[in-house]
């Protein structure tokens, strides 16, 4: 058997043997989110300021073949404070790939969650945002993996700006589990077009998001920039519905602001959502992230439906 | 603490600095295999078809003394296709190596199941065959290591064509355990000779397999290169007995051919197992492989000895 | 997202692109340790002499900003022999470190656990001495992380031979589990000196150690190279105590010798320990390793607090 070394891309490639190589890459970050305790919180006494972090690796593999198909597998390990130690180590994808096309299969990356602009209204070090997707879909699982006979199918086109992009996944698929919450098959699509840096248009939709019948999805998105420093944008989803209870339509308006140092972005974002069981229709965040180069510090605050306020402040840093 | 880096093994040594290093390699698979149901599978609804896939990384950390005696370590980290993520991470092995000399401790390779030959008559891209051992045996722990006082060495000696190992599990090395099923302790032996690349042989024998008392097994192999593009091979195998169910010899003919193209390699087996629970004393299989170069697609079709059919149909990547 | 390469530290600066690099370093350790039996054990009939082994890898991931501040984190996966296979990758650690000064968050080396010296009389290839702290008191935690709100934080800070380090873990920063036994929250400090590489000094305090509330630990020690080849040591601990039980005060006398072929070094203490409980308040041992560059061979016998007896012999390498 070959044995493949760990070595950086480029070292292999200016030996001129190509063949295989592993590479390690992810991210860290760390810091802290206070949320706002309910009256239930309070009389428990739930701490409201709590010490975050994630610390996430992907070990990535891949091997050229001589027709130019290439192939490739992903591990991933993903701690995140506040969590036990069980499933820190991903169930693996596997994909190949060939003239744009990409088809990926086993713990997939789904169509709807990979969406561009779905999560763009995200604020600070944590990226977070009440203007997301409420719904309950399928994605890459980086926690335990519960369900040991799910298996997904994706496939990626991407051409000239516009990017395809479709997912199935079947939660069991030794067939002898089809009765109960979560056990349909999934089925997502998505597509993305860029145009000239300065438009950029998503749409989404999934059928039977997380496996449960009827819980059918949607979403479109745009994001214009208005100057070379500043985007707007807007984005539109349904929640879909689980066992009959509607999750409502979300609207997102967001934009962010890039200061004349070149360091500093200001972003912010509102959000309307329609679901019956709000507190309020609305909630809204702003924030800030500075740039470090190779790291960010960031800071946000948020009022979520429930009119609670919620802040982070933090760093994180790529690898 | 000196820090090992990641890297090449070429690049350190043409560095001149030796010392340790540390090295990702493993494969990936994916493909499709059907299996015919049987009645009482078929009445569950069961499935026929279902994706299937591995993902297997080789974490090696090996260094070298100023004696000319190597030092070295694995973990392996591997995910099956509808196995749930506990046991990915397994059990480590440690190992030194001298001249030509190579005695592994903890979860080691055993002597029997890394005998030459013995899987030699398997098929397609996920390597399967009814011409294998039907025993039970300790092998290298791929998946979750039950039994946290396993503890297994092994011994193998190379030189000139000749190539033998012993090793030797404790199921239960604490003596708390000596009773019940599969705590008694294995002892394998296994040798082979390769001659001139056209003469294989090889043999080998478990006492005590799986730590089941009086389970002894033994096997013997020859294959032969009758031309430059095809060989054909022989096993036997006494698969030993688990609880006084005699699980019968198994004799194998198999052979492979490649193509004039060079990368089309096609290959088959009868098998004949003597067990009484068979429904039928004989299973057969045949298949192809084709090298894309780093990749390989394989297919394979077989009929096992409840006289059942199954096929397959995928890719395997090195790297 | 940058793609960080695994690649060695040493070849990224050459190559003048500083940026993220991971890293994976550790060590692999086997052998026979041999404990004498209580009667209890010798009547259930658990084996004295067993094999031992532990792999430890650390994956370390780090990164360096514009501004001269480096970020990194470290996952470890590790293995020891007659350890079940849960909780062998560990939670992660994040640091951030600028001038001198590291902070980590996470699951943090501890200032205790940390002080120099503490465990300076360890012998032989597995590092074992009976001079050590019997003390409870958190440290990385390199099993299963059991308490899912487990929170540390440490800041670290060198200069010119001081080293002053202070940790603090909240065992439970959730805030619903504040009663019972390992629920309190700990603070730990450590400083220690070192003058002209011949003498160092070192002093180390730990408040509620292992969230046990009124368990206050203290440690000082020292040690002297009384010759370029000799050095002699004394450690005073205050193990503190738990649930009404005084641990004791240990005193620890030790020293080691290299011979003249620079590679054979003789280590011995003599430790003793004031609690009650004890058969005997003294316990000792010698020992011996040998290097063999990048690996070494080591043996050592001792006397426990029972007056029972224990050997260990095996070799460990460092990659």
Same mark, same amino acid.
């Given at each position: 058997?070959?044995? *493949?070394?760990?070595?950086?891309?480029?070292?292999?490639?200016?030996?001129?043997?190509?063949?295989?190589?592993?590479?390690?890459?992810?991210?860290?970050?760390?810091?802290?989110?206070?949320?706002?305790?309910?009256?239930?919180?309070?009389?428990?006494?739930?701490?409201?300021? +709590?010490?975050?972090?994630?610390?996430?690796?992907?070990?990535?593999?891949?091997?050229?073949?001589?027709?130019?198909?290439?192939?490739?597998?992903?591990?991933?390990? +993903?701690?995140? +404070?506040?969590?036990?130690?069980?499933? +820190?180590?991903?169930?693996?994808?596997?994909?190949?790939? &060939?003239?744009?096309?990409?088809?990926?299969?086993?713990?997939?990356?789904?169509?709807?969650?990979?969406?561009?602009?779905?999560?763009?209204?995200?604020?600070?070090?944590?990226?977070?945002?009440?203007?997301?997707?409420?719904?309950?879909?399928?994605?890459?699982?980086?926690?335990? #993996?519960?369900?040991?006979? #799910?298996?997904?199918?994706?496939?990626?086109?991407?051409?000239?700006?516009? &990017?395809?992009?479709?997912?199935?996944?079947?939660?069991?698929?030794?067939?002898?589990?089809?009765?109960?919450?979560?056990? &349909?098959?999934?089925?997502?699509?998505?597509? &993305?077009?860029?145009?000239?840096? $300065?438009?950029?248009?998503?749409?989404?939709?999934?059928?039977?998001? $997380?496996?449960?019948?009827?819980?059918?999805?949607?979403?479109?998105?745009?994001?214009?920039?208005?100057?070379?420093?500043?985007?707007?944008?807007?984005?539109?989803?349904?929640?879909?519905?689980?066992?009959?209870?509607?999750?409502?339509?979300?609207?997102?308006?967001?934009?962010?602001?890039?200061?004349?140092?070149?360091?500093?972005?200001?972003?912010?974002?509102? *959000?309307?959502?329609?679901?019956?069981?709000?507190?309020?229709?609305?909630?809204?965040?702003?924030?800030?992230?500075?740039?470090?180069?190779?790291?960010?510090?960031? $800071?946000?605050?948020?009022?979520?439906?429930?009119?609670?306020?919620?802040?982070?402040?933090?760093?994180?840093?790529?690898?």
């Amino acid at each position: 058997m070959k044995k *493949a070394l760990i070595a950086s891309t480029a070292l292999v490639l200016t030996a001129g043997v190509a063949a295989a190589d592993v590479t390690i890459s992810g991210y860290g970050r760390t810091g802290v989110i206070y949320y706002e305790n309910t009256a239930a919180e309070d009389a428990a006494g739930v701490n409201e300021s +709590q010490v975050v972090g994630r610390l996430r690796m992907n070990i990535d593999a891949a091997t050229s073949t001589d027709q130019g198909v290439d192939f490739g597998a992903r591990f991933r390990i +993903q701690w995140d +404070q506040n969590s036990d130690d069980a499933g +820190q180590l991903n169930a693996g994808k596997l994909w190949v790939t &060939s003239n744009g096309l990409t088809v990926e299969v086993g713990n997939v990356d789904t169509a709807f969650d990979s969406a561009a602009l779905l999560y763009a209204s995200e604020l600070g070090a944590f990226d977070r945002s009440f203007g997301n997707s409420r719904g309950a879909f399928f994605a890459y699982d980086a926690d335990a #993996y519960d369900n040991e006979n #799910y298996v997904g199918i994706a496939a990626k086109y991407e051409i000239a700006g516009v &990017s395809v992009m479709a997912s199935y996944v079947d939660p069991d698929q030794s067939g002898l589990n089809e009765t109960g919450l979560g056990t &349909s098959e999934e089925f997502g699509l998505s597509a &993305s077009y860029t145009w000239n840096d $300065a438009l950029e248009l998503s749409a989404a939709a999934v059928m039977d998001g $997380a496996g449960i019948e009827d819980n059918d999805q949607y979403f479109v998105g745009a994001r214009y920039a208005v100057m070379p420093n500043a985007r707007v944008g807007l984005n539109w989803i349904d929640n879909g519905e689980v066992l009959g209870l509607d999750l409502g339509n979300t609207v997102t308006l967001y934009g962010d602001y890039t200061l004349a140092d070149g360091m500093t972005n200001i972003e912010a974002y509102v *959000a309307n959502n329609s679901a019956d069981f709000n507190e309020s229709d609305n909630a809204f965040g702003i924030g800030v992230n500075y740039d470090l180069g190779g790291a960010r510090l960031g $800071a946000s605050i948020h009022r979520d439906y429930d009119e609670l306020v919620t802040a982070d402040m933090g760093v994180r840093f790529d690898f």
